[in-house]
């Protein structure tokens, strides 16, 4: 058999990216990816792109797949997508970033909802398609691939590829089951998965770091182990795995992302600042907190600037409608 490399990238508030030197035929590699639950394309068109915006991917040379870790608590619905991240590929410059959404952000929901609401909400209203349509609406943004997983798949993955090293901090100890001293340690399934909800000692935006970070002690992780321990980790991990990206396309992303130093993923979170650019929050629908962001403009620029190098992006006129819409009903305070 010829030997060769594939990179799969299988992600969420944790992504499963294999790689390594991985001798198989095609037919192996189809065979192993079908056992993940594979959903129907979605165009451009039905995913609510701009039209200045529909050659963005084309221009930019930068891939962008939305990873939503799911909650469902038990429920029949399609569950809150309780971690929103995008996976940026930039091809041309070979480098991978991350992208944290804050859950609780206020946005509009087009579709089914065309009402404000938590932008994690977006998911249980109307599964993938609708998550993908609200972020492209409020951030002008070109999703239409996307990678999604139950929560409790999470300690199923790590506990199957050997635990993952994490730093703990003096202020997450009490939260996390079996821990009891801060620094660099060995954890369990059960215990990065309680590391990633964490919500008590500090905030969601210190939590999405953590997400991140285990993420990125995955990514670690993996690259130590040999072809065997891989190919048994994936068939362990891919029943719990839905997504919209056929095993073709997977494969060519795969031998794109090959080129890239996963040792190096830039990581950013929107609204940035750790909730500095937080205006107020509000109730609505019952909900709360929803958060209003200071600039709405200004957030979607920094998503620009974030994942594609543009410091110059001038919002959509949708974008800019919805702000307004926002600030007239909920109210704008003056810091």
């Given amino acids: ?142 999703l239409t691939r996307y990678v999604a997983f139950n929560f409790e798949a999470v300690e199923h993955v790590i506990d199957a590829m050997g635990g993952i090293e994490l730093e703990i901090y003096e202020n997450e100890v009490p939260f996390i089951a079996e821990v009891s001293h801060s620094g660099y340690q060995h954890l369990d399934g059960k215990q990065a998965l309680g590391y990633m909800r964490l919500r008590y000692s500090d905030n969601d935006y210190v939590r999405m770091d953590r997400q991140t970070a285990v993420m990125k002690a995955m990514f670690s992780k993996l690259s130590t182990l040999d072809y065997s321990q891989l190919l048994d980790l994936v068939n362990e991990c891919l029943p719990y795995i839905e997504t919209n990206i056929s095993t073709n396309e997977i494969l060519s992303l795969g031998m794109k992302a090959l080129k890239v130093d996963l040792g190096n993923i830039q990581s950013y979170q929107i609204p940035r600042g750790s909730g500095e650019t937080v205006n107020q929050s509000v109730t609505y629908n019952g909900y709360s907190p929803l958060y209003i962001v200071d600039s709405y403009q200004q957030l979607v620029k920094d998503v620009h600037e974030d994942i594609y190098g543009d410091s110059n992006y001038e919002p959509s006129k949708r974008v800019k409608e919805m702000e307004a819409t926002i600030y007239e009903k909920f109210g704008y305070i003056e810091k």
Wanted: proline share 1%; aromatic share 8%; charged share 25%.
């Fill in 1 to 142: 058999m010829k030997r060769f490399k594939v990179l799969w990238i299988i992600l969420g508030v944790v992504v499963l990216l294999v790689g390594g030197g991985v001798g198989a035929a095609y037919y192996v590699v189809n065979s192993t990816l079908s056992k993940m639950d594979m959903t129907e394309k979605i165009d451009k068109t039905e995913a609510g792109i701009e039209k200045d915006l529909l050659e963005k991917e084309k221009r930019s040379q930068v891939i962008n797949i939305a990873i939503f870790g799911i909650d469902k608590n038990g429920d029949e619905t399609d569950g809150r997508s309780d971690a929103m991240k995008i996976l940026s590929l930039d091809t041309k410059n070979n480098e991978a970033k991350i992208t944290s959404l804050q859950r609780d952000t206020l946005i509009y929901i087009p579709g089914v909802k065309q009402d404000f609401e938590k932008l994690n909400h977006a998911y249980a209203y109307g599964g993938a398609k609708l998550a993908l349509q609200t972020i492209n609406y409020n951030f002008d943004l070109d």
